[in-house]
């Protein structure tokens, strides 16, 4: 399991305790990582502070630059040790205690879960810009999956290792998904909950980002659409 944190130190240290509390029950190889992206609040001294007090079970990885929220997925992807990785993010707008509900899905005919927020808790436009892009990526890129932008996922580490991810934007998550796709992944997916972010805002939705995003999109759709065709 692990985290993609940048500028999250409200949110971060409750949540590696509770996935710290939730994964003994299922199973008894478990290791929680956090992938630091170069947070500047505080996040590193406090992850410092929970890999003293968890040094078996925690692992902390920081990136002294910002790689984007592409560059972190890959660190987590290569770190990895077990053979199931679930991530979702660290700013608590999922409860990392739904993941019973992903683990029960992965039947050993399947090897990618992936949530649909029942409700996106967000302010109203970007409800409706994150359901416009959802439904604009399942359509453009043909995307197995309702909700490419749940990031609460529960993969097979045997898949991932087929998979050579390039985007370092938020279009990591339709590359992810296109690219299992095209190695036969077998998808399940189920609704989970969507919190109000309680601190810090989304990253995804400043205009550099979202103009790094799309620009990375367009080759993306060139390469995995067109030309490998």
Not at 99 to 114: A, C, H, K, R, S
Request: charged content about 25%.
């Amino acid at each position: 399991m692990f985290f993609p944190c940048y500028n999250d130190a409200h949110t971060i240290g409750g949540l590696v305790e509770k996935a710290l509390a939730i994964l003994p029950p299922l199973t008894d190889r478990f290791e929680v990582i956090v992938i630091d992206d170069g947070s500047s609040d505080g996040s590193q001294k406090l992850l410092r502070d929970l890999a003293k007090k968890y040094p078996k079970v925690f692992r902390p990885i920081f990136h002294r630059m910002n790689q984007g929220y592409g560059g972190v997925l890959k660190d987590g992807f290569r770190n990895a040790r077990y053979d199931l990785v679930f991530y979702t993010d660290g700013d608590g707008q999922y409860d990392v205690a739904e993941l019973p509900i992903l683990w029960g899905l992965m039947t050993p005919d399947v090897n990618f879960v992936n949530g649909i927020k029942m409700e996106r808790k967000d302010f109203v436009y970007r409800v409706i810009a994150g359901n416009f892009y959802a439904l604009l990526m399942r359509w453009v890129f043909m995307l197995p999956i309702y909700d490419v932008d749940c990031d609460f996922r529960l993969i097979r580490r045997s898949l991932l290792s087929k998979l050579n991810l390039k985007s370092n934007s938020g279009s990591v998550c339709v590359e992810l998904t296109k690219k299992a796709q095209k190695a036969g992944a077998r998808f399940r997916q189920v609704s989970v909950h969507h919190y109000q972010r309680k601190y810090g805002e989304s990253q995804f939705f400043k205009p550099v980002r979202l103009v790094k995003t799309f620009a990375e999109l367009i080759p993306l759709w060139w390469e995995l659409m067109i030309k490998k065709k």
